[in-house]
């Protein structure tokens, strides 16, 4: 498999033990080398773009960091009062899961058009839970403070994947999603 212009080399990555691109960088090595596309594989970044069909849907950032998301959704809201277990706590925790999983629906469906849908619905997850959690934080079972901080970690979860809808449709011809 060709990554970025480099080869998968038989060697094994000094930090998790698998084989990396010839061309894997570290964080320190991205900062080195301003200008170049970065894709995160593995926990690496890449130099140049990965096709997004040969990648697995665990190599997206937009997924591992939506799985982030949906970890700090459930420490948050298991924090809830227990009579809203089954109410406003179930549909975060629903929505929250929605997102990754659509997003991994998505990657593994067989055309472009398919994967630009799966990701139109995980955007209309992260907006459902941040209405939730604003519902949550006016009724007072989230602080300002962890409100905001779970809005700030759907805001970026929400501007990865438009930015891999958006790079997909230029992939494909197709019109950029729009947020």
Not at 9 to 20: D, K, L
Not at 149 to 177: F, M, P, Q, W, Y
């Amino acid at each position: 498999m060709s990554v970025g212009g480099g080869q998968f080399v038989p060697t094994a990555c000094p930090f998790q033990g698998h084989a990396v691109p010839a061309k894997c960088m570290t964080a320190s090595d991205s900062a080195r080398a301003p200008g170049t596309v970065l894709t995160l594989l593995r926990g690496h970044a890449v130099r140049g773009a990965v096709n997004m069909r040969s990648q697995n849907y665990t190599d997206l950032i937009a997924w591992q960091k939506a799985m982030s998301l949906a970890e700090a959704v459930y420490t948050t809201s298991a924090r809830m009062r227990k009579d809203e277990r089954f109410g406003l706590t179930s549909q975060m925790r629903r929505a929250v899961v929605s997102i990754s999983s659509n997003i991994a629906e998505g990657q593994g469906r067989s055309t472009d058009g398919e994967f630009l849908n799966q990701l139109s619905v995980a955007h209309g997850s992260i907006r459902e839970l941040e209405t939730h959690v604003m519902l949550a934080e006016r009724l007072g079972f989230f602080s300002d403070v962890a409100a905001a901080e779970l809005l700030d970690a759907a805001a970026e979860v929400g501007r990865l994947v438009t930015g891999l809808a958006n790079s997909i449709a230029r992939r494909s011809g197709k019109r950029d999603h729009k947020a």
